[in-house]
């Protein structure tokens, strides 16, 4: 019950209580409200790889909701010492209430999982999974739309090694959604994740051409090509700044389309796209706190009270 592991993890209820759950506790993410639900509770931050936003969403979340946080990333402890993942979480299984693990290799998460007693929350393991950036890319779709069911959606650029569209797209995929795949051959969404979303039913689109369908959009999701996850950097060189969104793109978007991304980003969003009102990348950002404020209660047993007044 505890972990997060992949979106299978969630049934589409729970995926829409969590989402409930993170609205109301809005003004607890903001700062206007103080609620120490989780006083006491200690959450390991265990960050194997770079982050901006999945480390200081959880910290934030946590944080407001008046718990602790202890962090540990490869550099500065006895990762760097040649301690195995394995003892690693045995440590944080004595030190911390629930974690929250980021790691290069696919399947990380999982084997944390199997290791300990405490919840483990899937943080994004290499080209594997990212299942709490897309409860919050949830979250921000629900919020401009009012729904899930039975959008379009277009995911662009990195679709191989990119962890946040095969979590995403699964999720979607259940709510009705028809997704266009837009991708040089050489990133393509793996045969096993399509094969997967047809199996739930959802309408897929591969393409390399990302200009036929946007007007037709109701979200565009942007990512970036991922440099560090090629084996051979030629490669990389082959396809990076292969798509390019700008505002002039945009012309002919339905006016509540939105742009999303998970960030950062490098060349394929440019800047021309912020100020205009499809822009929703650094809301959807912010989106991480109350998001991850509601999964950490969930997976602690904590329940949250429907309506949090100022
Ligand atoms: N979206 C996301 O996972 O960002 P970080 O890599 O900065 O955590």
């Not at 007693?117 to 950036?133: K, M, R, S, Y």
């Not at 100020?275 to 990348?281: D, F, G, L, N």
């Amino acid at each position: 019950m505890g972990d997060l592991i992949t979106m299978d993890d969630l049934t589409n209820e729970e995926i829409l209580q969590v989402l409930d759950n993170a609205r109301s506790l809005l003004p607890v993410a903001k700062g206007d409200v103080y609620l120490p639900l989780l006083q006491g509770k200690v959450l390991g931050n265990l960050f194997f790889e770079n982050s901006t936003r999945t480390r200081m969403s959880f910290e934030t979340a946590m944080k407001r909701l008046g718990g602790e946080v202890l962090n540990l990333s490869s550099i500065g402890s006895s990762v760097a010492k040649g301690e195995t993942l394995y003892d690693t979480m045995q440590m944080v299984d004595g030190y911390a209430d629930i974690a929250v693990i980021r790691h290069p290799n696919q399947g990380a998460a999982q084997y944390s999982a199997d290791a300990v007693e405490i919840p483990i929350l899937n943080g994004g393991d290499g080209a594997g999974n990212h299942p709490t950036q897309t409860m919050l890319d949830l979250f921000t779709i629900r919020e401009a739309h009012g729904s899930l069911e039975g959008l379009n959606v277009m995911m662009v650029g990195d679709l191989r090694y990119g962890r946040t569209t095969h979590s995403l797209s699964h999720a979607l995929v259940r709510f009705g959604a028809k997704i266009t795949l837009v991708s040089p051959e050489s990133l393509r969404m793996p045969d096993e994740i399509v094969s997967d979303l047809i199996s739930h039913g959802g309408e897929i689109n591969e393409t390399e051409e990302m200009s036929l369908s946007i007007d037709s959009a109701d979200v565009i999701y942007m990512t970036r090509i991922q440099k560090e996850r090629f084996p051979d950097e030629d490669e990389y060189i082959k396809v990076a700044g292969i798509y390019k969104l700008t505002e002039d793109n945009l012309s002919g978007a339905k006016a509540g389309m939105i742009v999303m991304h998970p960030l950062p980003r490098v060349n394929e969003l440019d800047a021309s796209v912020d100020s205009t009102k499809h822009a929703r990348y650094f809301q959807q950002a912010f989106n991480g706190v109350p998001t991850r404020m509601a999964l950490l209660c969930r997976s602690l047993g904590v329940k949250i009270p429907k309506k949090v007044n100022k």
